[in-house]
């Protein structure tokens, strides 16, 4: 998809299409106006007949309108106008998005740039429009026999601002939109992909073509090589598979030689049956999105490439399978992290956590400035938040506060529960220097808790990203998330560097 920044009169436009909007009440948005002014009215006539009301969801497509100049004009319902929120903002777009493809329109001019929303700029406005047509037209048919091939498929779309003065601005920010959208149709495709196809090794070789592409630098460890660190805790997991594990690392460099990096640590199960601990039969397919936490960090590298961001970030990407075999955890095993502590395993589901440990331990050797892991990890999580926040845990405030506004204006919103003492305590074991399950209560915050014993060395947060990673039902689908916070919380810290 092309896009392009322009400043000019909606009523000018000789385009394939305009696109404006209308509020709830048949209220027309500025640019709408003038194309109703230029019909001569004509647009007011049309909505009165009862064709539009203005609601959410709601559209109408003009041919060759009367008095205008355009072939086409797109008019989009936004709602009540008091309640245009960003969320509403962004549906509206990816509304218009739908529509045009639907229709076989190649191009649009579009004016829903205008429309306020509160607190928000010309720069959200456009980055935020480029992120939600793209979201609204990925589609994943790559494992489809029967592709459905539009013949008149969307492919430019101009996005306006009110000044000359704005362009710059605007251009800036559609470049962003676009990196964000690349790496999150990376994470999309990844983890919408089989377990029998995206494997660890799978993983490894996308790695391997970040580096190929951008020059990033990639290391893989195999199996003997986690060996020889003592990553007990991360094998342990990987024995009931016939799936070699891998330990990747990839190695962006945007800054300064001697900068401390960002370190990204992502959960890359990429397929979850529970091991000895079985789950359900029931959307255990899901399971395969498990390494989402994993492609997430593939995804902000390849965003952080593309913007050429000048910072450091290494990611670190530990991959398995968590399969039932007669030589996989069994519930009461105890094994050795690379930290030397020892985790009574009671739980084989509770395997992320077991390859997070090693994988935190081993980024020590990166001296990082923050650290921040990215697990689809408990179903508490999704009990708590539901499918629109992640949760989000750390040892220090100011980081935990960076990424709670970072996922405020990238709209990939995260909720922050406690990491006390008191829920710690729910881990202990009496056969070991943990258990790697605290019972029922606060299962989201106990399971931070583990990781919280591996991350002393630095400043930390966990996301858990179990209810915001894929939806399931008919929408069923990776969603790219987190990739635009962790993005967001990157260019934020640039931003402010520069400063």
């Given at each position: 998809?092309e896009?392009?920044?322009?400043?000019?009169d909606?009523?000018k436009?000789r385009?394939?299409?305009?696109v404006a909007?209308?509020?709830?009440?048949?209220?027309?948005?500025?640019?709408a106006?003038?194309?109703?002014?230029?019909a001569?009215?004509g647009?007011?006539?049309?909505?009165?007949r009862?064709d539009?009301?203005?609601?959410?969801?709601?559209?109408l497509?003009l041919?060759n309108?009367a008095?205008?100049?355009?072939?086409?004009l797109?008019l989009?319902g936004?709602?009540k106008?008091?309640?245009?929120?960003?969320?509403?903002?962004?549906?509206?777009?990816?509304?218009m998005?739908?529509?045009?493809?639907?229709?076989?329109t190649?191009?649009?001019v579009?004016?829903?740039?205008?429309l306020?929303v509160k607190?928000?700029?010309?720069?959200?406005?456009?980055?935020?429009?480029v992120?939600s047509?793209?979201m609204?037209l990925?589609?994943?048919?790559?494992?489809?026999?029967?592709?459905?091939?539009?013949?008149?498929?969307?492919?430019?779309?101009?996005?306006?601002v009110?000044k000359r003065?704005?362009?710059?601005?605007?251009e800036?920010?559609?470049?962003?939109?676009?990196?964000?959208?690349?790496g999150m149709?990376?994470?999309?495709?990844l983890?919408?992909?089989?377990?029998?196809?995206?494997?660890?090794?799978?993983?490894?070789d996308?790695?391997?073509?970040?580096?190929?592409q951008?020059?990033?630098?990639t290391?893989?460890?195999?199996?003997?090589?986690?060996?020889?660190?003592?990553?007990g805790?991360?094998?342990?997991?990987?024995?009931?598979?016939r799936?070699?594990?891998?330990?990747?690392?990839?190695?962006?460099?945007?800054g300064?030689d001697?900068e401390?990096?960002?370190?990204?640590v992502?959960?890359?199960?990429?397929?979850?049956?529970g091991?000895?601990?079985?789950?359900?039969a029931?959307?255990?397919?899901e399971?395969?999105y498990?390494?989402c936490?994993?492609?997430?960090?593939?995804?902000?590298?390849?965003?952080?490439?593309e913007?050429?961001?000048?910072?450091?970030?290494?990611?670190?990407?530990?991959?398995?399978?968590?399969?039932p075999?007669?030589?996989?955890?069994?519930?009461?095993?105890?094994?050795?992290?690379?930290?030397?502590?020892?985790?009574?395993?009671?739980?084989?589901?509770?395997e992320g956590?077991?390859?997070?440990?090693?994988?935190?331990t081993y980024?020590?050797?990166?001296?990082?400035?923050?650290v921040?892991?990215?697990?689809?990890?408990?179903?508490?999580?999704?009990?708590?938040?539901?499918?629109?926040?992640?949760?989000l845990?750390?040892?220090?405030d100011?980081?935990a506060?960076?990424?709670?506004?970072?996922?405020?204006?990238?709209?990939d919103?995260?909720?922050?529960?406690?990491?006390?003492?008191?829920y710690?305590?729910?881990?202990?074991?009496?056969?070991a220097?943990?258990?790697?399950?605290?019972g029922?209560?606060?299962?989201?915050?106990?399971?931070?808790?583990f990781l919280?014993?591996?991350t002393?060395?630095?400043?930390?947060?966990h996301?858990?990203i179990?209810?915001?990673?894929?939806?399931?039902?008919?929408?069923k689908?990776?969603?790219?998330?987190?990739?635009p916070l962790?993005?967001t919380?990157l260019?934020q810290?640039?931003?402010?560097?520069?400063?």
């Open positions: 998809m896009y392009t920044v322009k400043s000019g909606p009523e436009q385009n394939a299409c305009v909007g209308v509020f709830e009440g048949r209220k027309l948005s500025p640019a106006r003038r194309l109703d002014e230029a001569q009215g647009l007011t006539a049309i909505l009165r009862g539009l009301e203005g609601k959410p969801g709601q559209t497509l041919h309108p008095g205008l100049l355009c072939e086409r797109l989009v936004c709602g106008e008091k309640d245009f929120h960003e969320g509403r903002y962004r549906e509206t777009f990816a509304k998005a739908k529509t045009l493809a639907d229709t076989g190649t191009e649009a579009v004016y829903l740039t205008e306020g607190g928000r700029d010309i720069a959200w406005k456009l980055r935020h429009a992120e047509v793209e609204a990925y589609k994943f048919d790559r494992l489809k026999s029967h592709k459905s091939d539009k013949k008149r498929p969307l492919r430019k779309v101009i996005l306006t009110g003065s704005e362009l710059a601005a605007g800036a920010a559609v470049q962003q939109g676009l990196a964000i959208s690349a149709h990376l994470v999309r495709d983890g919408n992909l089989p377990g029998n196809i995206c494997t660890p090794s799978y993983l490894a996308q790695a391997r073509e970040l580096e190929h951008y020059g990033v630098k290391t893989v460890l195999e199996r003997e090589d986690m060996e020889k660190l003592g990553m805790a991360l094998l342990s997991v990987s024995r009931g598979s799936q070699p594990p891998k330990l990747i690392t990839i190695e962006y460099k945007g300064k001697d401390p990096p960002v370190a990204l992502g959960k890359g199960l990429t397929f979850d049956a091991g000895i601990s079985i789950k359900p029931a959307a255990m397919d399971m395969k498990d390494m936490g994993g492609a997430t960090v593939l995804g902000v590298i390849k965003a952080c490439a913007l050429k961001l000048p910072i450091n970030v290494v990611g670190v990407i530990p991959s398995s399978e968590n399969l075999d007669g030589d996989a955890n069994k519930p009461g095993d105890v094994v050795t992290s690379m930290s030397g502590q020892t985790i009574e395993v009671l739980n084989t589901d509770a956590r077991l390859i997070l440990c090693d994988a935190l980024t020590e050797r990166f001296h990082p400035v923050a921040v892991d990215i697990a689809t990890l408990t179903g508490a999580c999704v009990i708590a938040l539901g499918a629109h926040a992640s949760g845990l750390a040892n220090n100011q980081l506060r960076d990424l709670l506004n970072a996922g405020k204006y990238a709209h919103r995260a909720w922050q529960l406690p990491l006390w003492s008191e710690d305590k729910q881990l202990e074991s009496n056969f220097d943990m258990a790697n399950i605290g029922r209560e606060g299962g989201t915050i106990t399971a931070a808790c919280a014993r591996y002393k060395k630095f400043k930390w947060a996301l858990d179990a209810g915001t990673a894929w939806l399931g039902g008919k929408a689908g990776g969603t790219g998330r987190p990739v962790l993005t919380w260019i810290r640039c931003e402010a560097a520069s400063e």
